[in-house]
Structures are given as structure tokens and as C-alpha cells.
């Protein structure tokens, strides 16, 4: 096959994976998109599939002539105890299977494990975090430094952009602004925090996987400069042409309150200190390594809202 007809297989069709399928599919690629109910973008170039990526059985044949694999699936729900039963065992059915294919793997990657986040984190940051959520992230990464397969791990902040519905500056965030009602945040409202957009992790994703230079290693999807959740949220109401809203931020001791009775909310209160002080990623070494630059913010956020606007109607 020519270079512009390579095959990609990716695992999920959430966010990340659904857009990672998009843009492959856009330059040429033939994509094969595995879901346990068979969903993804229409698109010619898109094969979709019913597969459980979780069954070891049944991957081989799904990955059979692939250059890469995105491993684009998370836990069925968001808790320690979720990702610690699901995800080990699946990343490690993952990585065996492509790697008798030959296929590097590329994961997205969040935050969580970075062990000094009080400082900017950057690629060469230590990434040692333990405990709960964090400790899992942290055990993932080590494992897939340690597996014979070839592996890319793309870092991105908090997401935003179109199909992201359960994040921070997601649903509970864009519909509130869309509707011209007030906003509640948690933590503070005003430190500066990163956030990455979505169509910038799907592309970073992509180089990394086809330059074998950027392989077995750590790097970070293009995310400009940190803003807080207050400006974030102005600059979807700007780009939806509305007020920006009111906003009211829950206080970390009040969650940490909640989660006494709750929880669903323990797994909150777990990472308020992403929220409670200045939380910023530095991606400037990977946008050069990579040859990316973030989308610009009023581009990002016009997208959004648009797409928003879109499920509206």
C-alpha cells in the first residue's frame, strides 16, 4: 500500500478516538474503529466494527495489517476502583496483539501521574504520582515503558472541544454558557489551569505514530497557554456571541465535605488539586519535536460551541 493508504486500527469511539478516526480518515488512511456497539464517524474510509477490545481473543484479527493502534478506551466509570479492574489487563491484551502484528501503540494520557504539579509539568517532569487514580496512571506508563511493544503516550490537559461531554470544560460548562445561565466550577474559579483541545491530542497522536523517532516515549499534545476556568468559559461565550456568565466556584472544603456521604464524589475531591492552585502543562518541546502548534483559542472555542449548537437543534 502507498503511504496515504496505510491501515490504523483505534479502539473507542469517545472523544479522542472518534476524532483520531476522523483525521486519518480525512488524509487518506483506511481506518478500521473497533467499538463493543459498533459506532463512529460515516465516513468511506472508516471500517466499524463490534469488537470488545478487551477480549484478547478476538484482536488479532482485528489488528492484522495495521501500522499503529489507538488505544483510545478508558474505564467504564470514573474511580480508582473501575481502572484498576479494567484498564491494566486491557492496555496489556493491546500491546500484545499489535506487537505480533508489528504495530506500535498509541495512547492518550493524562495529567494525573505527574508528581510535582505545583511546578509547569514538562516531558522530562518526574512522573511518579502514587495512590488512587493517580498511582494507576502512573503504574500504566511504567508498564508500557517495559512492554516489547513500541508505544507513543500523548499527554493532554483537561479536554474541550467538540464530542467532549463528561470534562470539566465540557458539557456542564458549554450548555450553561449556551443557555445564558449561571456556571458552577469547582476549587477556584481564577488559577490558571490548562486545557487541551481535542482535534490538537487527535493530531499529536497521529505524528507520533507515524515517526518512528517519536516512538517508546512521552510527549505532550499541543495545549496553549493555561487559562482559568472563569476565561475558558468567557471564551465559549464569546465565540457563541452571549454574556459571559455568572460563575460560582464550590470550595475544595465543601467537595471534600460531599465526599464524606458520596462516593462518587471522593473521586473528585481526589484531584481538586488540579483546581485549588495553578495547574499548567508545558507542551513547547513536544510542538517542536512534533512540528504542531495548538489550535488558536477563539478557533477552538468557535468549533465548540458550534458543534454544541449543532445537538441543540
Known amino acids: 500500500m502507498s503511504e496515504l493508504s496505510e491501515l490504523y486500527v483505534v479502539t473507542g469511539a469517545g472523544p479522542v478516538g472518534w476524532t483520531v478516526a476522523e483525521q486519518l480518515a480525512e488524509a487518506g488512511h483506511a481506518v478500521r474503529l ?18 470488545d477490545a478487551s477480549d484478547a481473543a478476538l484482536l488479532g484479527a482485528a489488528f492484522a495489517g495495521a501500522k499503529a493502534v489507538f488505544h483510545c478506551i478508558h ?25 505480533r502484528e508489528g504495530s506500535v501503540v498509541v495512547f492518550p494520557e493524562s495529567l494525573y501521574s505527574y508528581s510535582e504539579p505545583e511546578r509547569p509539568m514538562t516531558e522530562e517532569g518526574p512522573r511518579k504520582a502514587q495512590g488512587g487514580k493517580r498511582g494507576i496512571r502512573t503504574a500504566l506508563l511504567r508498564a508500557r515503558a517495559a512492554s ?17 461531554r463528561g470534562a470539566h470544560a465540557g458539557e456542564r460548562m458549554v450548555r450553561p454558557v449556551l443557555a445564558g445561565k449561571p456556571l458552577q466550577v469547582i476549587g477556584n474559579a481564577d488559577k490558571p489551569h490548562s486545557f487541551t483541545y481535542v482535534p490538537d491530542l487527535a493530531a499529536a497522536m497521529i505524528r507520533g505514530a507515524q515517526d518512528p523517532a517519536a516512538w517508546n516515549k512521552v510527549w505532550h499534545a499541543p495545549t496553549g497557554p493555561a487559562l482559568s476556568q472563569r476565561q475558558i468559559a468567557a471564551a465559549f461565550a464569546v465565540a457563541a456571541g452571549v454574556r459571559a456568565p455568572r460563575m460560582a466556584a ?5 467537595v471534600r465535605m460531599a465526599a464524606i456521604f458520596a462516593p462518587a464524589m471522593q473521586e473528585i475531591a481526589e484531584m481538586l488539586y488540579q483546581f485549588e492552585r495553578p495547574f499548567v ?21 468557535a ?9 441543540e437543534q
Do not use: C, I, N
Not at 250 to 254: D, F, M, N, Q
Not at 281 to 301: F, I, K, Q, V, Y
Open 34 to 51: 473497533l467499538t463493543r456497539s459498533g459506532s463512529g464517524p460515516d465516513h468511506r474510509r472508516v471500517e466499524k466494527l463490534a469488537v
Open 75 to 99: 474505564g467504564s466509570a470514573y474511580s480508582a476502583e473501575a481502572w484498576q479492574r479494567e484498564l491494566p489487563q486491557a492496555e496489556q491484551a493491546v500491546m500484545a496483539a499489535a506487537g
Open 148 to 164: 516489547a511493544t513500541d508505544t507513543v503516550s500523548v499527554v493532554a490537559a483537561d479536554f474541550f472541544g467538540p464530542r467532549v
Open 250 to 254: 464550590v470550595p475544595g472544603w465543601a
Open 281 to 301: 502543562m508545558d507542551s513547547r518541546a513536544s510542538e517542536a519535536a512534533l512540528g504542531l502548534r495548538p489550535t488558536p483559542l477563539d478557533e477552538a472555542a
Open 303 to 311: 468549533a465548540t460551541v458550534a458543534w454544541w449548537g449543532d445537538q
